[in-house]
T-cell receptor, first 113, second 117 residues
Framework: DAKTTQPNSMESNEEEPVHLPCNHS???????IHWYRQLPSQGPEYVIH???SNVNNRMASLAIAEDRKSSTLILHRATLRDAAVYYC??????????????FGGGTRVLVKP | GAVVSQHPSWVICKSGTSVKIECRSL??????MFWYRQFPKQSLMLMAT?????????EQGVEKDKFLINHASLTLSTLTVTSAHPEDSSFYIC?????????????FGPGTRLTVL
C-alpha cells in the first residue's frame, strides 16, 4: 500500500491559516487522497478528499501537487476547535482493499489563542 | 452527514469477562463496517472489516476467536471482546460507509473506551 508521511506536530495561532503537508511519493494513479481529523477522545471525522485537482469545502482546502507526490491541507482560519490530529490517507479506488482506510501517525495540530 | 453511534461509550469490566460493543448506522444502510482499535497516543489500527450477512475479514495479527464480529443487519455490527484482559484495554472505534455516497467517505462512531481491570 502506498504510504504517507506527515510531520508529527504543528502549532498555529488562532484565526491564522494552517498548512498541513503530506508526502506520498509512491502514490498510484488510482489512489485518492483523503484527509480525516480526530478531536480528543472522539472518532475521526472526514475533512476532504481529492484525486488530481485542488478541492475546497466548508472545512478546508486541499492543494495537490502536479505530480501528485504531495498534498497540503489548508485550514484557512484556525479556531480552537480545529485542534486535532489530522490524518492524510491514500485510498485505492480500484482495489477492493481500497474500501479500508489505513491510518498513519498523523499531524497533531495545536492552536494557540 | 450520516451518523454512526456506538454503545456503550465506555465500559469497565473484570479480567476474564466478555464485553459486547454495538455499532449502528442511524440514517443509512451499511453493508460494510470497520472496527478499529486505538491505544493511548497511538494511531488507529484496523482490526477487521465487518460484512453484512457474511464472515468478517480480520487483519493480520488480530485473533478472530477473541474479537467476535457479527453484522446481522444493514445497520448494526457488534464486536465482542471475549475473555478480556488488561492488555485489551483500548479505545474501540467503528466506521461505516454510505454506499449511496459517491465520495466513499467513511463515517466514524464516537468510540468505546474499554478498561479491563
Amino acid at each position: 500500500d502506498a504510504k504517507t508521511t506527515q510531520p508529527n506536530s504543528m502549532e498555529s495561532n488562532e484565526e491564522e491559516p494552517v498548512h498541513l503537508p503530506c508526502n506520498h511519493s509512491t502514490i498510484s494513479g488510482t489512489d485518492y487522497i483523503h484527509w480525516y481529523r480526530q478531536l480528543p477522545s472522539q472518532g475521526p471525522e472526514y475533512v476532504i478528499h481529492g484525486l488530481t485537482s485542488n478541492v475546497n469545502n466548508r472545512m478546508a482546502s486541499l492543494a495537490i501537487a502536479e505530480d501528485r507526490k504531495s498534498s497540503t491541507l489548508i485550514l484557512h482560519r484556525a479556531t480552537l476547535r480545529d485542534a486535532a490530529v489530522y490524518y492524510c490517507i491514500l485510498r485505492d479506488a480500484i482495489k477492493a482493499a481500497g474500501n479500508k482506510l489505513t491510518f498513519g501517525g498523523g499531524t497533531r495540530v495545536l492552536v494557540k489563542p | 452527514g450520516a451518523v454512526v453511534s456506538q454503545h456503550p461509550s465506555w465500559v469497565i469490566c473484570k479480567s476474564g469477562t466478555s464485553v459486547k460493543i454495538e455499532c449502528r448506522s442511524l440514517d443509512f444502510q451499511a453493508t460494510t463496517m470497520f472496527w478499529y482499535r486505538q491505544f493511548p497516543k497511538q494511531s488507529l489500527m484496523l482490526m477487521a472489516t465487518s460484512n453484512e450477512g457474511s464472515k468478517a475479514t480480520y487483519e493480520q495479527g488480530v485473533e478472530k476467536d477473541k474479537f467476535l464480529i457479527n453484522h446481522a443487519s444493514l445497520t448494526l455490527s457488534t464486536l465482542t471482546v471475549t475473555s478480556a484482559h488488561p492488555e485489551d484495554s483500548s479505545f474501540y472505534i467503528c466506521s461505516a460507509r454510505d454506499l449511496q455516497l459517491a465520495s466513499n467517505e467513511q463515517f466514524f462512531g464516537p468510540g468505546t473506551r474499554l478498561t479491563v481491570l
